[in-house]
Nanobody
């Protein structure tokens, strides 16, 4: 069983920054690639960024140059981060972290991920 818990969401003005954190327990650091997804009201869940087991990141075009995905290992837990800079009102959504037991996550859709966190809300005002 893999458990994921997100934190770090909040309300900011356009141009501001937030750093989301996802603590992943129950998985091994070398077997699960991970990603961040978001879903706004009335929209489908979309991929934001993923990171492969070897650390290779992939970004949605809408966040390239503004968001950075990274991960680290601390006390046997895998921690996933999403640093979000220059936030825009269109970034407003519930943000979820997800994990799957594959080497590569790049290009995978949300349906490929069996493990999900509960989500953290990000609201960007103009």
């Amino acid at each position: 069983q893999v458990d994921l818990v997100e934190s770090g969401g909040g309300s900011v003005q356009a141009g501001g920054s937030l750093n989301l954190t996802c603590v992943v327990s129950g998985s091994t650091y070398t077997s699960h690639c991970m990603g961040w997804f978001r879903q706004s009201a009335g929209e489908e869940r979309e991929g934001v960024a993923t990171i492969d087991v070897d650390g290779t990141p992939t970004y949605a075009d809408s966040v390239k140059g503004r968001f950075t995905i990274s991960n680290s290992k601390d006390n046997a837990k895998n921690i996933l981060y999403l640093q979000m800079n220059n936030l825009k009102p269109d970034d407003t959504a519930m943000y979820y972290c997800a994990a799957v037991r594959f080497w590569r996550c790049g290009g995978r859709s949300s349906g490929d991920f069996p493990y999900w966190g509960q989500g953290t809300q990000v609201t960007v005002s103009s």
